[in-house]
Every structure is written in C-alpha cells, then in structure tokens.
DNA sequence: CGAGCTCCTG
DNA sequence: CAGGAGCTCG
C-alpha cells in the first residue's frame, strides 16, 4: 500500500503538491474498494489506544531528527515513491498521530509550540485522537467482514456439492455478507485480530495521509498569505474567528469538532484563521484579486485561488466532523425521513433538523457558501442519496394503509443512524481533490475516471458519495455499494430493510421483493434466500402469535376483545425488536392492526381447540397472507436503508 | 418439475 | 438465520 504519509506531507510549493496529488491519483478509488470495508470497524480502542502510543513515540523521534524538514523547504522530490518502503513502517505509525499535529511540523523547529511538554501535550492529543477515531468508528457492533466467513462458506459450499448440485447449493456463497455480518455474529474468525488491526492501521493512515494533505494545503495557504495577517480585522464578521488562539484550544470552528481541531497545532490554527481572513478578503472582492499585492504573475493567482479553494473545503471538512463528533446530533438530521409512507416526508426535511452546535459553522459557512447544494454535505448521505436517487414513481399506498400519522419526533429514519465513517474519509477526499466548488477540478489531482466526468459539476461528486454511504452503516458489512448494480449477494443492510418491509408484507411475491431490492443481482440463489428471510420472518412472527395467544388464555382470557395489540404490548415489542431491532424505524400502524388480528385468529382457533389439527395454523396463514400492505415506495430506493 | 411454503434442526 | 426435508400447487 503505498500509504506512506511522510512522504508527501511536506510539500509547500505547488509543484511539490502536484506531484504528490499525482502520485496519490490511484489511491482514492483504490481505496475506497479495499479501505470501506475496514472504516467499519473501529471499535477496538485499545488497538487504537495501541498504535497511537507508538505513533507518538514514533513521533517524538522523528522530530528530533528533523525528519520533517520546514515546509518552505521541501521540495517535491522528497515525495519519489521508491523511497517509502524504508519508511512505510515509521509513517504509518507516525501518520496516526498525524491528524492531530501534523501542520505543525514544517515549523517545528522555529515555532514556541516545538518547546512545550510533549508528553502532556501528547498524551492529550492521543486522547482526543482515540476519541475522535472512536466516534467516527459509531458502530459498538462493528466487526470486520472478513476471509474467515468466506473460507466458511466455500466450506459449506463443498460439503453441500457432494449432496446435491441444484437448488440451494450456492446459498451459501452468497451469505457471506448476511446474517453473519449482524448484530450476533461472532464467528469472525481467531485469524482476524491481526487483519482487524493491520486494517485498523490503514485506515487511519488513510484519514491522516487526508488531513495532513488538507492542512499542509492550510500550511501552503498560509506561507502565500503571509503578508496579509493585517488584514485580520476583516475577520470580525465570522464572529469567532476573532478570537485569537492565545490558548492553544481555542478554536476557530466552535462546537463539537473542538477535539478534532484542538489537535491542530495552534500554530497551525494561526494559518487558518489568517487563511479564512484572507479568504474573506477575497470573497469581499468578488474574485478580484486586486488586493494582493504581489498578485502579479499567474502562478500567484493559481496559488491564490488554490489557498481559497483549501479554506472552503476545510470548513466543509470541519462541518463534517462536527456532525461525525456528535452522533446524536445524525440522528436527529437523518431522522427526517422516517415517516415513509403516505406522506412522504421531502427531502427538505432532512435540512430542517440543525445540529445546535453546528449553528455557529453553518452560518459562518452560510457567509461563505451561499447555494444550496453546499449545505448538502451536512447531511449524512442516506438522507441526500434519497434526495438524488429517489425514484419518481409514488402511488400512495394501499387502501390497507389505515396508517395514523403523523408520528411524533423520535421517527425512525430507515436510514441508519449511525455516523459513517467511510463518509467522512470519502469527503475528505472528494474535498481534496475536488473542492466544495470543485475548485481543484482543474489541478493536477484529477479524480479518476468516474468521478471526473463533469469537472464543473458539484453535484456529481457530492452525489457520487451520496449514494453510497449505505454501505458504511453500521450493520452495513462491507460493499454494498448501491452505486454498483449487480453486485452479489445480500447483505446485513438488505436484511435489515427486508426486516422493515415485513412490517408492510408478510408474504412478498418475488416481483415485490425484486422491486424493492434494485441493488440487487437476482438470481435463484439470492431470490431464495431472500424467501427464506422472509419465512424465517413470519416463523418468529406466528411462534409469538402462538405463544402470546396461549400465554393470554393460561392468563385467563376468555374474549377476543382483550386481545389487543398495541405499541406497549409485550408481543409488539417483541416483535419490534425483532425486525426493528435499533428501533430507529417507526412501524406502521397497519401493522399493529395485523399483529391484532393475527393474535386473535390464534387465540380463536387455540380457544375452539383446532390446535389438534396438525394443520391448523394453515387457516391463519391463509387469513394473514390476505393483509399485506404494499411497501412504501421510498423502500424501493436501493439505499434507503 | 420447480417454486414456494412450513417445519424442524443447528 | 441457514439447511434441509417434505409438502402443495401450477
């Protein structure tokens, strides 16, 4: 992997950045396929806790020898490739510390903050960086979706080819992204721990090799705009902006990113503010670069609009992890689509819900950023990609949908809640090579192929991250990119929405179930299994039918009438917690209306004694079967869940 | 015969 | 939740 962040992290002059914008050009497809996978999987913070101990440490040596030279100094050649394999190991470990200081390095020999008691200072920022990993990590039940289910299912699939060579014989290839990647699955695999950790490593050289590119570009934006620190009293209008970083925590972006950007080093916080006050200056003059007053050649004008650029980005940057800090400020911003259904709540809900603490940066960034489409990236994706993707079609429900809403605040968004790390790291990138306005379109760092079609276009590439951010959800195993259609095999995301639309259909006809998985490759093997979930779910639904309606007449009960259900019941919320398990999803109604009838059919039939009939629950299925519902439509969205 | 279901088991 | 047996149905 060539991930070494050393390497490239110096890089002042442009041509220096180019060329490391050029030599990073594979990797950020590259390694969105191999790295989503692990982004999934920061849980373990004592391999965090780890491996920030010895970046420190790492750390501490490399500065001493002046391992990173002064960024005025560096030139591009520092960035040959050949070169890291020597250093691979020290910059991967030193990378970790990296999003927390790494722009101060190019003064670490001048700057006052090189004297200050690094292990304290350390210490604290390892904290914070554990901290901010951890957050970003979200998901408690995060495991990695490894080879070992793999090699499991190739065994199944050998023992099942000896039997037999039709029907079910593939199933199994193609539940190595199911059920296993769930809340109980522990069948990782012992071999794991080292995979989980080597890709733990990786991951976080990712995100640090980003944030050290984007603070260099601040370190670069602040050399150009050196001379303009007079100018800072434009700053007043941002509000805190003014605050000067005396102390060394204060922080330009307020909020609950505080621990994301304490870990700058104020020096580099310095370059930031003077490189937002330099910014504002250039927006107050509409692009002119006038003030500049050694704005004479174009190279200058380049280095100038790129420092603009940067700033942008970095505020999207900081909005991002703002959000990704404070998880349950994503609930309440996805949250908005949780009343699918009749009324289809809009997209616009999904702006409405502001992080409080975001408020500050979002008016700030309002001063900056004055289209819409900027705001979208505050959204957690699964909103957005609803926006983008939603499908035209939506004929309201059934007449089956006696459905009561509204429901009140805590809906359940189908979309997973959970913050995404994957997201971020794809922000991060996408702001790097692109810019909020993709203002680096024209740079060197061109995206790849895909992402490139349309330069000017900020809606493409913000979409193009929109839409797969499903994957990154927290059951979300690895890959199921709803951007890619046809992929294999079903995975804990498709179940979890099959989970859901069980609540609408208990007996989905394959044409629904083809409907509402899009993202999915049918075939005999998927189109099985996905029957299979579907009678896996209706065996749990009736088995508590059974057992709440015997229960109910052991208790006494001799009326139909006393068999309710409702949203406090035990059965309800059994069975909520069955197929809702996060209970993020707000279940409809109509459900509750079957679960009653469902239970008073095997309260009848239990009550007249026609539980002697081996078949008598055929009747009731028969019953059942007739209730379904149709399936909102925003289910039919590959990634609405 | 195959699809789809239930039931049982792990 | 998956596999498999056994059943029904078109």
Same mark, same amino acid.
């Given at each position: ?135 970003? %990590? ?480 055929? %009747? ?22």
């Amino acid at each position: 992997m060539n991930l070494s962040l050393s390497d490239q992290s110096m890089h002042t002059s442009s041509e220096g950045y180019l060329e490391e914008e050029k030599g990073e050009l594979l990797h950020p497809c590259f390694r969105r396929s191999v790295y989503d996978d692990s982004l999934t999987t920061y849980s373990k913070g004592s391999i965090i806790s780890q491996l920030l101990r010895k970046t420190i440490q790492n750390k501490r040596v490399l500065e001493d020898n002046l391992f990173y030279l002064p960024a005025t100094a560096v030139s591009s050649s520092t960035m040959a490739d050949s070169s890291q394999e020597d250093r691979s190991s020290n910059s991967s470990k030193e990378s970790m510390a990296e999003p927390a200081s790494p722009g101060s390095h190019p003064s670490v020999t001048a700057s006052p903050q090189a004297d200050r008691p690094l292990n304290e200072h350390h210490q604290a920022k390892r904290a914070r960086v554990e901290n901010i990993i951890r957050g970003m %990590a979200g998901s408690p039940n995060a495991r990695i979706p490894g080879e070992g289910e793999r090699s499991e299912a190739d065994g199944r699939d050998a023992r099942d080819a000896y039997r037999e060579n039709k029907r079910k014989q593939r199933l199994p290839q193609h539940q190595e992204h199911g059920p296993d990647g769930g809340p109980g699955g522990s069948r990782g695999g012992s071999g794991s721990k080292e995979e989980e950790c080597q890709r733990l490593k990786e991951q976080l050289q990712t995100m640090q090799r980003l944030l050290r590119q984007l603070q260099e570009k601040f370190v670069q934006v602040y050399n150009l705009s050196d001379s303009e620190q007079e100018d800072r009293e434009e700053v007043g209008p941002a509000g805190s902006m003014e605050h000067e970083d005396v102390e060394h925590n204060k922080e330009p972006f307020e909020g609950s990113d505080s621990e994301l950007h304490r870990d700058l080093d104020s020096d580099f916080e310095k370059r930031m503010d003077s490189t937002k006050a330099v910014r504002r200056e250039t927006v107050k003059t509409s692009g002119h670069f006038a003030f500049h007053k050694d704005s004479k050649n174009l190279p200058e004008t380049l280095k100038y609009e790129l420092s603009r650029a940067v700033s942008e980005s970095v505020d999207l940057v900081f909005k991002k992890f703002s959000s990704t800090l404070s998880p349950q400020l994503k609930m309440g911003q996805i949250s908005a689509h949780v009343n699918i259904g009749p009324e289809k709540k809009t997209q616009i809900s999904c702006v409405q819900e502001q992080p409080h603490n975001e408020d500050a940066i979002k008016t700030r960034s309002r001063e900056y950023y004055e289209s819409a489409e900027v705001q979208i990236p505050e959204d957690q994706t699964e909103a957005l990609s609803l926006v983008v993707r939603k499908p035209p079609l939506s004929h309201p429900s059934s007449v089956n949908q006696v459905v009561k809403r509204p429901y009140p605040v805590h809906q359940a968004p189908f979309q997973f809640s959970y913050s995404t790390p994957l997201h971020e790291n794809q922000i991060l990138e996408h702001l790097l090579k692109y810019g909020p306005h993709g203002n680096f379109g024209g740079l060197p760092c061109l995206p790849p192929a895909v992402d490139r079609s349309s330069p000017d276009s900020v809606d493409l590439p913000w979409d193009t991250i929109s839409v797969r951010p499903k994957v990154s959800s927290t059951q979300m195993a690895h890959h199921a990119r709803p951007t890619a259609l046809g992929q294999e095999g079903l995975t804990p995301n498709h179940l979890k929405k099959a989970k859901l639309m069980f609540f609408y259909t208990r007996y989905p006809s394959s044409n629904v179930l083809k409907t509402f998985f899009p993202d999915v490759k049918f075939n005999r093997c998927i189109t099985s299994q996905l029957i299979k979930w579907f009678s896996n779910f209706r065996e749990f639904y009736y088995i508590q039918m059974e057992k709440f309606a015997r229960q109910a007449i052991v208790d006494g009960a001799n009326d139909v009438k006393d068999m309710s259900v409702t949203r406090d019941s035990e059965l309800f919320r059994s069975l909520n917690m069955h197929y809702n398990k996060a209970n993020d999803f707000q279940v409809p109604d109509r459900f509750l209306e079957v679960a009653e009838i469902t239970l008073q059919e095997f309260f009848n039939a239990i009550s007249l004694a026609k539980d002697t009939d081996p078949s008598w629950k055929k %009747a009731i299925y028969k019953v059942i079967c007739k209730l379904d519902s149709d399936v909102p439509d925003d289910f039919k969205s590959s990634n609405c869940v």
